[in-house]
């Protein structure tokens, strides 16, 4: 019987830092998954090489679903994004194994297409609104179909999700930067511009705005009925949803849909959202909740609920973790967009292959498994480098959630 010969964490950083996880099984075939966590990655390096790896060793790789029981159930301290992107790491490199000895792609194991493509949403910024008309007029000139637009507020440095450069990469220093927010200039600014970006390029895209949890619930609904007009696809994560009562609240005051869960890292922490139709999207990502396995159970919980996914897909989950959600989009009836940002060309020396981008939508192609590669000759030239997300402070300077 083919087991587990050997496991193996790989930290790289070739323009910021992914961990990845490579099984070898007896037969040699190599499976690869994701494990990073941006700005606490060697807490998940450590977890898998001294307490994942050694439980691995001489199982049976086929066993997908005991192994994700066995992973889960069996350290007894559950759940949390260290532990799931663990999880989830060693989830996608099974599946990957699984399909490469198929001689199929991991969406035919899944079930086969349910779509001929993945539509995908991108980022577009600018530091003033004048910036940012011209950035989404490049980015629709890339045949994207879904656009997420933000703007630096006037006078407000910590203002989120501006790119600087061709990438948006918030970790961005060796301890923690501290910058400024003010509420109350964004809730006056962001309605406007989002505006000016209907005015000038109209209905024929999707649109979309990330609020990155900085309302309390009532301003978030304030923001949701200013922009109803504007018709946007979602207002991402408007409040925290540690108390998840509170989007009763925003429910009561906007028809604006909203998307919730890219901070979260199971089904228990969206059950309540889904069952009590709190969010139109769930947005956790196949590299922080458990991996494809578990996050096909929270996509199918969200499917009775008229719940539709949009995951998490940031430059900070690796090319892996991006491939394994493509594969995971392309089956599920409940689809409903995939973020999908691109990498610095530095990233292609490392990870090779992978979904296929044309014309707004993404195919994660009929390579067997997950269809991508590492090269660890590559991935050693880019050693770690500690890089934190910022912290956000009001003006009094007091912290608030970034």
Do not use: C
């Not at 049976?60 to 532990?83: A, C, H, N």
């Not at 792609?105 to 079930?111: C, E, K, N, R, S």
């Not at 925290?240 to 909203?258: G, K, V, Y």
């Not at 539709?308 to 594969?327: F, K, L």
């Amino acid at each position: 019987m083919d087991t587990i010969a050997r496991a193996d964490v790989l930290v790289t950083s070739p323009s910021r830092n992914f961990v990845t996880l490579k099984i070898t099984t007896t037969d040699g075939v190599v499976g690869w998954g994701d494990a990073t966590l941006n700005g606490r990655e060697l807490a998940v390096a450590s977890y898998l090489a001294d307490h994942v790896v050694p439980l691995l060793i001489g199982r049976d790789p086929s066993r997908i679903e005991d192994m994700w029981q066995y992973l889960f159930k069996g350290v007894y301290w559950r759940k949390g994004p260290i532990t799931m992107t663990a999880v989830a790491a060693v989830d996608m490199a099974l599946w990957d194994i699984k399909g490469k000895v198929a001689g199929l792609p991991v969406y035919q194991l899944l079930g086969g297409a349910s779509r001929e493509g993945v539509l995908v949403y991108t980022h577009a910024s600018g530091s003033d609104i004048p910036s940012l008309l011209d950035d989404i007029a490049q980015v629709k000139e890339h045949g994207y179909r879904a656009i997420r637009a933000q703007t630096a507020v006037p006078g407000v440095a910590g203002t989120y999700g501006v790119k600087h450069g061709a990438y948006y990469e918030p970790a961005n220093a060796a301890l923690p930067e501290e910058q400024s927010w003010s509420t109350e200039a964004y809730l006056d600014f962001a309605p406007r511009y989002l505006a000016e970006v209907r005015e000038k390029f109209g209905f024929d895209f999707h649109l979309l705005h990330d609020i990155h949890h900085r309302l309390t619930p009532i301003e978030a609904a304030r923001f949701g009925k200013s922009v109803e007009d504007l018709h946007l696809f979602w207002m991402e994560d408007p409040t925290p949803a540690d108390n998840q009562e509170s989007f009763h609240l925003i429910r009561q005051h906007t028809t604006t849909p909203i998307a919730v869960g890219e901070v979260l890292s199971s089904i228990w922490d969206v059950h309540h959202l889904i069952t009590e139709q709190l969010i139109d999207y769930v947005r956790l990502s196949v590299t922080h909740a458990g991996g494809i396995t578990h996050l096909r159970r929270i996509f199918a919980l969200a499917e009775l609920y008229q719940v539709r996914s949009g995951s998490h897909g940031p430059s900070d989950i690796s090319p892996i973790g991006q491939a394994a959600a493509t594969h995971l989009d392309l089956v599920i009836p409940n689809f409903g967009i995939q973020e999908h940002m691109g990498y610095p060309g530095l990233v292609d020396e490392v990870f090779k292959g992978g979904p296929t981008y044309a014309d707004g939508y993404l195919h994660p192609g009929d390579a067997p498994g997950l269809g991508i590669d590492y090269d660890e000759t590559a991935a050693a030239t880019f050693p770690y480098s500690p890089k934190y997300l910022p912290v956000a402070r009001r003006l009094d300077g007091s912290v608030h959630d970034w």
